[in-house]
């Protein structure tokens, strides 16, 4: 079933690869020649921002927090405003390809750290969203093939197989166009991930109402979620303010300061139409993730009406009935074309993401002349072909250790290495007009930052009993730029 859905999902992927970018340069790759349409762009970017890991895990996090993850996402709509009407222009103003080049009125060590700390953020993050899918991918595989020794078919043989040939995939139909590409094949992502979303919760619907017909089933799914469900007014320990501030941060640091998720932004035609694009997604984002918890509810009321124990690991909640057949092959279809196009829309858009960096902010690729020179394209094509290798390579590490606790923690490095990028643009963003060169002093402070915040994470609940939660990125965020406003003054 997986096999013949990632073939067919493939072919869409290559035909649209091939219309949209019939002939390749680094214009195209990095920037799309600045000819997207915003509204395929803000349709795109929903799907964009939902990993194969989201598909699976934001439905099951109903069963230990209920609906409060809605707190960060209603924050959620004001990041989005703020980059859209803050970022973006300053972003358009200086005609930027990668967003990191904003860094270089600091000296070339602010900059090259900034691109840095996204290359490392943005490659272990991808691998370890995309590793989910990979994983549920291969054990399927595993059940068809070869099912009397599934576990160990599935670790030494079939699953570095399905990384390499889903990574391979997205390499073929990326290699090409890169965003300009990417920019419509998210949009066919996004569709087929909503409307296998949309048709699995009537799946549901009808399997936890089978006295009802169509749309009456869903409705009546739909009442049982606002008569089950109440956000609790406490998130996690925190206020909901909290949670709300924190949402709108996370959006500016892990969308307005993300090379990967700007990029799609900067290949529309102006200033305006990046700012309906970013608008429009921002204000999407917010009832998509009410759709993915409210099936995960409905799971847990169809657990309930078929006496059947809720999962220790909150993740399983919609594969158990998914991925196992048991809500019928329809479902089983949807939930391979689902997963398949969530993972395939963050992977493909991060590969190129890091391709773009490393060539025009490490390796000095400069819009003006080196995109059009012959040696300038054979190497974005080698460092596409590198950045897919060590992709595969990070994928594995995380299949070799197989531990889940590992994972979780290079979500929280992420997390921490997404703070000091948030102190460089503020310090670079006030004081624009009276930047001086830093020398060495923005490395020191952007590993320092984390640090201090690793040490206040761990010895403020045992002195308080306050847990810091998604809250930690703005400290982190400060102490860099506190950090850098000191190193300013002696170096003014």
């Known amino acids: 079933m997986f096999i013949t859905v990632i073939i067919i999902y493939f072919l869409l992927l290559l035909g649209v690869g091939r219309l949209t970018a019939p002939r390749s340069n680094n214009n195209i790759f990095f920037r799309g020649e600045r000819q997207s349409p915003w509204y395929l762009v803000a349709f795109g970017m929903i799907g964009a921002s939902i990993s194969g890991i989201t598909f699976v895990s934001v439905p099951g996090m109903v069963i230990h927090s209920g609906m409060s993850y809605l707190y960060t996402c209603f924050g959620f709509i004001f990041g989005y405003l703020a980059v859209a009407f803050i970022l973006l222009p300053v972003y358009y103003k200086f005609n930027l390809t990668t967003i990191y080049s904003l860094l270089k009125p600091l000296g070339e060590e602010a900059y090259k750290t900034g691109a840095t700390f996204f290359l490392i953020s943005k490659m272990t993050g991808a691998a370890a969203r995309f590793y989910v899918p990979c994983y549920i991918i291969s054990q399927s595989l595993a059940?068809?093939?070869?099912?009397?020794?599934?576990?160990?078919?599935?670790?030494?043989?079939?699953?570095?197989?399905?990384?390499?040939?889903?990574?391979?995939?997205?390499?073929?139909?990326?290699?090409?166009?890169?965003?300009?590409?990417?920019?419509?094949?998210?949009?066919?992502?996004t569709l087929c991930m909503f409307t296998a979303l949309l048709l699995i919760i009537y799946n549901v619907s009808v399997a936890l109402n089978p006295h009802l017909i169509g749309w009456e089933a869903v409705q009546e799914s739909f009442a049982s979620v606002f008569t089950q469900q109440v956000i609790p007014l406490d998130t996690a320990g925190n206020g909901g303010w909290i949670a709300i501030l924190s949402g709108a941060f996370i959006v500016i640091v892990m969308t307005g300061l993300d090379q990967d998720m700007m990029q799609k932004n900067l290949t529309c035609r102006s200033l305006r139409d990046a700012q309906k694009d970013m608008s429009a997604y921002g204000l999407c984002?917010?009832?998509?993730?009410?759709?993915?918890?409210?099936?995960?509810?409905?799971?847990?009321?169809?657990?309930?009406?078929?006496?059947?124990?809720?999962p220790d690991n909150p993740d399983e909640l919609l594969t158990m009935f998914a991925a196992t057949g048991s809500l019928g092959p329809t479902a089983l279809i949807l939930f391979a074309l689902g997963i398949?196009?969530?993972?395939?829309?963050?992977?493909?858009?991060?590969?190129?993401?890091?391709?773009?960096?490393?060539?025009?902010?490490?390796?000095?690729?400069?819009?003006?002349?080196?995109?059009?020179?012959?040696?300038?394209?054979?190497?974005?094509?080698?460092?596409?072909?590198?950045?897919?290798?060590?992709?595969?390579?990070?994928?594995?590490?995380?299949?070799?250790?197989?531990?889940?606790?590992?994972?979780?923690?290079?979500?929280?490095?992420?997390?921490?290495?997404y703070g000091p990028l948030l102190g460089l643009f503020t310090y670079a963003l006030l004081h624009k007009r009276h930047c001086n060169p830093l020398g060495k002093g923005p490395i020191i402070a952007c590993i320092a930052s984390p640090i201090l915040c690793y040490l206040l994470a761990e010895s403020v609940p045992r002195?308080?009993?306050?847990?810091?939660?998604?809250?930690?990125?703005i400290v982190n965020g400060a102490i860099t730029y506190l950090a850098l406003a000191l190193i300013g003054k002696r170096v003014g």
């Open 463 to 473: 002195l308080t009993g306050y847990h810091f939660g998604y809250e930690l990125l």
């Open 285 to 310: 984002f917010f009832p998509a993730n009410f759709l993915f918890l409210s099936l995960g509810v409905m799971l847990c009321l169809l657990c309930q009406k078929q006496a059947i124990p809720l």
């Open 340 to 417: 398949t196009a969530a993972a395939f829309s963050s992977a493909d858009s991060a590969l190129t993401a890091l391709t773009t960096c490393f060539c025009v902010d490490i390796l000095g690729m400069k819009p003006d002349g080196d995109y059009t020179l012959p040696s300038a394209e054979r190497t974005r094509r080698r460092v596409h072909i590198v950045m897919a290798m060590v992709f595969i390579v990070c994928i594995m590490l995380f299949h070799h250790f197989n531990n889940t606790s590992l994972i979780d923690a290079i979500y929280r490095l992420c997390s921490y290495t």
């Open 143 to 189: 059940q068809i093939t070869l099912p009397q020794v599934q576990e160990q078919a599935s670790s030494t043989l079939i699953f570095p197989l399905t990384v390499i040939v889903m990574v391979s995939l997205i390499w073929i139909y990326t290699r090409r166009g890169g965003i300009k590409t990417l920019v419509w094949t998210d949009t066919l992502q």
